[in-house]
């Protein structure tokens, strides 16, 4: 059974059209990541939450904005996409933060910009 | 800072072959060591783990030792199968929340 769950698997939206991607988990994990990975490359960390509190990565785009209304759901928000925002965004779960918590990745949306 | 570097790929292989993928880190403590493995069109799936030295984690065939001394979690398997075509990362974790990647070596199996 899946645990981390995304939403949609593919989203296309136009040049400055504000568009939203969902995750949920079911391991109740207390923290949730948002990456960006582009063709070829290894993810790279947007921001995470541990529960509530929101940790923005210090070369993420003010573009990009991040919600966490509950446990179980998170949320990524791109206000206004540029072409160089198409990519794959995975979210991923740990039960804590700490060296020796895996993270669990969820499948991804592929994001593509018209 | 921590960074992970890892074998360029692509790397092709005939089914039955030896896999060997070389990963060195370095990291300013002690991190916990992580192969991730990406199969098309997927989310990264953790494939083993080794959290202290002298450690090996094992999982479908594939294995890694965390070498101190040699700052090194090389990962290997004896016989690969087609379905083992992937791109494979090398990461670590020192303490934190944050995950530092390598590369990726992309992996093709031909039947």
């Known amino acids: 059974d899946a645990m981390v769950i995304q939403n949609p698997r593919y989203q296309v939206t136009q040049f400055g059209k504000p568009v939203t991607l969902s995750c949920s988990q079911t391991?109740?994990?207390?923290?949730m990541y948002w990456y960006q990975q582009k063709s070829s490359q290894a993810p790279k960390l947007l921001f995470h939450y541990y529960d509530k509190d929101f940790n923005n990565e210090a070369d993420t785009p003010d573009n990009f904005q991040s919600r966490r209304p509950n446990t179980s759901f998170c949320f990524l928000d791109i206000r206004s996409p540029g072409l160089g925002d198409a990519a794959m965004y995975l979210c991923?779960?740990?039960?804590?933060?700490?060296?020796?918590?895996?993270?669990?990745f969820g499948d991804g949306t592929r994001l593509s910009i018209l | 800072g921590n960074s992970v570097t890892q074998m360029e790929g692509p790397v092709t292989l005939s089914e039955e072959a030896f896999l060997t993928i070389n990963c060195t880190y370095t990291a300013t403590g002690y991190p916990s060591l992580f192969w991730y493995v990406q199969y098309p069109g997927e989310g990264l799936q953790l494939l083993l783990k080794?959290?202290?030295?002298?450690d090996k984690g094992s999982n479908k065939g594939f294995e890694a030792t965390y070498r101190k001394e040699t700052t090194s979690f090389h990962l290997e398997k004896g016989s690969v199968q087609v379905s083992d075509s992937a791109v494979y990362f090398c990461?670590?974790?020192?303490?934190?929340?944050?995950?530092?990647f390598g590369a990726g070596t992309t992996v093709t199996v031909r039947a």
């Open positions: 391991l109740n994990h207390n923290v």
């Open positions: 991923a779960t740990s039960r804590e933060t700490g060296g020796d918590q895996p993270q669990h």
């Open positions: 080794a959290t202290k030295a002298d």
């Open positions: 990461a670590l974790s020192d303490n934190d929340y944050k995950l530092s």
